[in-house]
């Protein structure tokens, strides 16, 4: 999920509904990379 909240409540809602991963905006590079990467592992 690609959010403008960056609250961490926010991010632990939506990970615990099924969402595979949790990036706020500004994203930034390297947690995008990241992200992506763990996705594919």
């Known amino acids: ?15 615990a509904l099924g969402a595979s991963a949790y990036l706020s905006k500004p994203i930034q590079m390297q947690e995008l990379s990241k992200a992506v990467q763990e996705l594919l592992d």
């Open 1 to 15: 999920m690609i959010t403008t909240e960056g609250a961490e409540a926010d991010r632990e809602k939506s990970l």
